[in-house]
């Protein structure tokens, strides 16, 4: 494990590598992140013994971690990385820095920025004192301007100095905040040519203010500003009149400012509200929170370029929060009217033409300095641009190119460069793959008679799918290098018979496995499981747990080192430095997104390159398997075991919970048992939340006569073990729990699944949460109980397919779709380039044949020594620098 790593044991560590990825690059990604409250409930809800001023920086936090307003968004995420530092959590450099720019002291936030005194103003994202973050993939060294091919972000001014009070910033209109948001910068910095000539060196042509706002920005040469691509477009080809601007759609006009002032609304508040008027008729520009400053932007008589939605109201159009620019060149300019125009991430209007002058002249006279990395062979075959001629159009694209494909990021150009990244992404995987393949590894005995005496430790018979997965992993374990596999399957498809009858053929052949589970529970389950089907047959299993006594502990951890224990289970406690193996021959790593790449790396060097299979029970969706295991072989279990009946999933609102309540005693009462599911341990009074704890009070009183238990992530081990193993023996009927169960806890006679505020919950989450029921041959329920003021659209869809669906690969997709990839990449520690311009929610069909071309070039030139791949190989090194020597990691 890396020195910054967090301790594994700590109860708020699982929030770093999220928080890692949401404020990475000055919080580039910050967009495609959600649902980070639920995500610091859950953290909260087990944060026992945590210091009482750092659980008052997260909590006045909490409220507004998803607010809508980016810039109190990033105040809030400062505030939780001040709170994680001040609990003890040892956070990467990066966020440290981050933590450092956090508002101090905390001060009562109220929910929605209501009562209590305000927190100061953030610091816009381009003012941030946010420290200059190394290029992805680079050492910690001093900070460099990122400029190049590759994917990173932009980069920000150093901090300032301890003891000078931050400025307070400026009230920024929606709109304007957009436009500072999300810089993405392609960034290999060129080290040599024109590309690394110092900006400053045109500072007569740029101006001072302009050479200010870039290197506030990093954007310090030449290079930086041509992968600097637009965030949007807007087609002035044509510029329309104010009355053929329709409600409903976005539209870019130009007219004279009549009059701008603040004005009361219908609640009393003012807002500012400016008239702009041509020819044909008038438009209102209307701006709510906005500072005095903005009326300077409005001076009566002066011709404004307005681009914004319209709306209909009762005084006739309007645009809320429009961009705008000055309209002093319309009839003469190429460069900011009669074509298309690139509109820059992080730059506000005022300063969005003098970037668009310069972008123009350095995509024109040094976009033709850039390498073009991919082989001619491969641009003709797939019919792809050059780097240059993309670059080119992406910030001038060309007359007749659609404006639509332009601002979905789907024009040739952002093709070529989403191929790109997706390209050198899997030429790297197809190197870590090919690397792992040449190590000297184990052969195991995987012959007919070992096989089956494997299989016949199992008292059921195997499905089919179970059958094929293993005859895959066996094929493997015979071959001389070593394994890694990855077996994806289902809720309850039967993973863990594939880990036994591959742990039997390692342990026949005289050699240790080790299991990797992510929770206690689940490590206490698999460390039964395998006992009752091992020990019979002669094998010793023990429990490495990080809980309990040390002189069990230590016990557990001399005889795993002896090799009396021969097959070990786990938690992280796995790879701490003082377990040792005597011959470990074969790992196991269930739940594989929960660990990070270097823990797994550690674990694997505890023995002579042991064989891996990795197991998840939460279906990825095909593009995310491509890119986060591209360097795995995959196994699929696409079969459930006979006797599983699907479970039937209803939603309900919170004013139908009696309906619920219902349900449950009718199950109860046929001798069947429920699990309810809370979403935080106790009361919280920022929240207005069902909490498990009051929960189970409550329960106790509607339901006379059955015994309700108590489960959750802040108990003892011991005391979590005892109510577990009532549950199982059937002495508690009704388990009220958080999200603790929500992997691997198996007993086949509960029958019903009830989750309150089941909008806080992800798709993903539901769908293992309602795969703890439907374990046995009864009938089982999934009972969703929504809040009804909490709900929104997206959480409604969310609900509706877990209602309508139980297929886990379904839900994955669509849980894809609806979130976007920022949270299945952002917590696991990667160590993968950054897409700033690829999506792996849309662009499937490039990732397949990125994948292709790079394996097919891997299979002609395994070490790409040809000279057409010389291009490959510099590329490769700029990307992923210093990271495929982790080349046997998963």
């Known amino acids: ?91 990467p450099e990066e966020l440290a820095q ?72 400026k009230r920024v209109a929606k709109g304007q905040e957009e436009s500072r948001a ?16 110092p900006l400053k060196t045109m500072g007569k042509k740029l101006g001072p203010r302009l050479l200010a706002a870039l290197n506030k920005k990093g954007l310090r040469r030449v290079g930086d500003i041509l992968f600097l691509l637009p965030r949007c477009y807007e087609d002035r080809r044509k510029l329309q009149t104010i009355a ?50 903005l009326k300077a932007r409005f001076p009566v008589g002066k011709r404004l370029v307005l681009s914004g939605e319209v709306r209909a109201s009762l005084s006739g159009r309007e645009m809320a929060h429009p961009e705008i620019e000055p309209a002093e060149d319309l009839e003469g300019s190429s460069v900011h009217f009669n074509r298309i125009v690139p509109v820059y991430p992080g730059f506000e209007r005022g300063d969005q033409r003098m970037f668009r002058e310069l972008a123009s002249v350095v995509s024109e006279s040094y976009a033709q300095h850039v390498e073009e990395p991919l082989p001619e062979s491969l641009r003709g075959k797939l ?28 024009s040739p150009a952002h093709r070529r460069l989403a191929f790109d990244e997706l390209f050198f992404l899997q030429l790297g995987m197809g190197l870590k793959r090919q690397g ?136 992280h406690a796995l ?71 699907p479970v039937k999933t209803r939603v309900f609102n919170d004013k139908q919970r009696a309906r619920v309540y219902e349900a449950v005693a009718s199950e109860v009462q046929k001798g069947h048992q429920a699990y309810v599911v809370y979403p935080l341990v106790e009361e919280s009074e920022k929240l207005d939340l069902e909490d498990a704890t009051r929960g189970a009070d409550k329960l106790s009183q509607v339901f006379p006569g059955v015994t309700v238990g108590l489960l959750h992530g802040r108990m003892k081990p011991e005391e979590k073990d005892l109510v577990m193993e009532a549950f199982r023996a059937g002495t508690i009927q009704i388990l009220v729990c ?19 505020s089941a909008e806080r919950f992800g798709l993903s989450q539901l769908h293992q949460l309602r795969g703890r029921v439907g374990r046995g041959a009864a009938v089982s329920y999934c009972y969703l109980v929504a809040n009804l003021a909490r709900s929104s659209m997206e959480s409604s869809e969310r609900l509706g397919v877990m209602e309508h669906s139980s297929d886990g690969f379904v839900i994955a997709e669509k849980d894809l779709e609806i979130r976007g990839p920022g949270e299945f990449l952002g917590t696991r520690q990667s160590g993968l380039p950054e897409l700033a311009v690829a999506n792996l929610a849309r662009d499937g069909d490039l990732l397949s044949l990125a994948q292709q071309e790079a394996r097919r070039i891997l299979a002609k030139d395994p070490r790409l020594a040809a000279s057409e791949h010389q291009g490959l190989v510099k590329a490769l090194e700029e990307r992923w620098e210093g990271r495929l020597a982790l080349a046997r990691v998963g």
Request: net charge positive.
């Open 244 to 293: 053929e601007l329709m409600p409903g759609e976005r539209g870019v006009t130009v007219g004279e400012v009549k009059m701008a002032d603040f004005v009361p609304g219908r609640t009393g508040k003012r807002y500012f509200r400016a008239v702009v008027a041509d020819r044909s008729g008038s438009i209102a520009a209307t701006y709510f929170n906005a500072g005095p400053w």
């Open 98 to 169: 981050v933590a450092s720019t956090a508002p101090a002291p905390p001060l009562p936030l109220g929910v929605g920025g209501g009562e209590g005194r305000r927190a100061p103003d953030p610091v816009p994202a381009w003012k941030s004192a946010a420290p200059v973050p190394p290029p992805p993939g680079t050492k910690s060294a001093p900070p460099k301007p990122a400029v190049g091919r590759g994917p990173s972000a932009p980069m920000v001014t150093k901090p300032a100095p301890e003891g000078k009070p931050e400025k307070r910033k």
């Open 383 to 410: 019919g792809l641009m050059t780097l240059p001629e993309a670059l080119r159009a992406l910030h001038f694209p060309a007359g007749d190119s659609d404006p639509e494909m332009l601002d979905k990021h789907l």
């Open 1 to 91: 494990m890396k020195r910054s790593d967090p301790p594994v044991n700590h109860p708020l560590a699982s929030l770093v590598g999220p928080l890692k990825y949401a404020c990475r690059s000055d919080f580039a990604q910050l967009s495609t992140v959600k649902d980070l409250r639920s995500l610091l409930e859950r953290a909260l809800a087990g944060a026992t013994g945590v210091d009482a001023e750092a659980l008052n920086h997260l909590r006045a936090a909490l409220p507004h971690v998803d607010d809508p307003t980016v810039d109190r968004r990033k105040a809030a995420l400062r505030r939780v990385l001040a709170g994680l530092k001040l609990s003890g959590v040892p956070l």
């Open 575 to 645: 790879i701490q430095e003082e377990v040792g193996f005597q011959k470990l021959g074969f790992v196991v790593i269930d739940e594989q997104h929960r660990f990070g790449v270097l823990q797994r790396h550690t674990l694997m060097s505890k023995g002579v390159f042991p064989d891996v299979l990795v197991m998840t029970a939460t279906p990825i969706p095909r593009t995310l398997a491509m890119t986060l295991y591209g360097d795995l072989d995959v196994s699929v279990i696409d079969e459930l075991p006979p006797g599983r009946t």
């Open 738 to 756: 958080t999200t603790v169960v929500e992997v691997g806890v198996d007993v086949p006679n509960a029958s019903v699944m009830v989750i309150e």
């Open 182 to 197: 999300e810089a993405k910068l392609l960034s290999i910095a060129p080290r040599s040519g024109p590309l690394a000539i």
């Open 436 to 571: 792992v393949k040449t190590e000297p590894g184990i052969t195991f005995d995987v012959s007919a008679p070992r096989l089956d005496k494997a299989r016949g430790a199992l008292p059921f018979e195997l499905t089919g799918a179970q059958k094929k997965v293993i005859a895959e992993v066996a094929e493997d374990m015979g071959h001389p290098e070593p394994m890694n596999r990855l077996v994806q399957g289902d809720v309850g498809s039967g993973k863990t018979a594939v880990a036994v009858v591959a742990s039997l053929l390692a342990l026949q052949d005289g050699y240790q496995v080790a299991v990797m589970a992510p929770t206690e529970i689940l490590a206490e389950q698999h460390e039964r499981t395998f006992r009752k089907l091992l020990e019979p047959l002669g094998y010793k299993v023990g429990l490495v747990s990080a809980a309990g006594p040390a002189k069990r502990k230590r016990e557990s951890r001399e005889a795993v080192a002896r090799g009396d224990i021969h097959l070990a289970v786990g938690t």
